[in-house]
């Protein structure tokens, strides 16, 4: 399998008044195309300061990340915006959807920011829907929708662009568990029939179990980095 993200000896801190408190430490990972890889731990472990630095929203103290062998960290600020519009998608806890928006308009954001056209994209947006089970509510704003409903367009809005990779930060924390189980269902869907490669961090062992693999994180270190064996009945 192809290699997608490699990180080399990632070091990360925060100023915590006069103390550095170093968050991550020495970590190494590799990621490999159409995996679905859960990253978990206690709170203030460093999982969703991992992710960020994974998809250039942060900058690292020591170390590389790499994406497809190019080191993000020696990207010019213009060629990581371009690389985190088109080869990664974003799904936060909290939606970030716009909310003056419809749904079709919200999950076309990308490729408008991006200079493209919408109505090139009218197949792409109709398999989209049908996918995340929104094509009735295409002309509904985000006031109108469920929680359930509305973490599905931003999931439907990171994949619009094709990415090779989604990050996601605790996609199903806002969630009762019904919503939560429909959204992993979800994820692992478009895992399988997108082929796009995903990492999210949870603390939830039932979301986690969706994924092929499980990263475990303590005290800024991998404490441990096992494949889930599945049993095919």
Sequence with gaps: MEEIIRAVNLVKSFKDGDNLVEVLKNINLSVNTGEFVSIMGASGCGKSTLLYLLGGLDTLDQGEILIHNKDINRMKDKEKSRMRRTQ?????????????????????????????????????????????????????????????????????????????????????????????????????????????????????????DYGNRIIRLKDGIIESDNELVRVVS
């Design 88 to 208: 990664i998608g974003f799904v936060f806890q909290f939606y970030n959807l716009v909310q003056n928006l419809s749904v079709e308009e919200n999950i076309l954001v990308p490729l408008i920011m991006e200079g493209k056209k919408p109505a090139s994209y009218k197949k792409e947006l109709e398999n989209i829907l049908e996918i995340v089970g929104l094509s009735d509510k295409r002309k509904v704003i985000p006031s109108r929708l469920s929680g359930g409903q509305q973490q599905r367009v931003a999931i439907a809005r990171s994949v619009i662009a094709s990415p090779d990779v989604i990050l996601a930060d605790e996609p199903t924390g806002n969630l009762d568990s019904k919503s939560g189980n429909e959204i992993m269902e979800l994820f692992r869907t478009i895992n399988h029939e997108k082929k796009i490669t995903i990492l999210q961090v949870t603390h939830s062992k039932e979301a986690a």
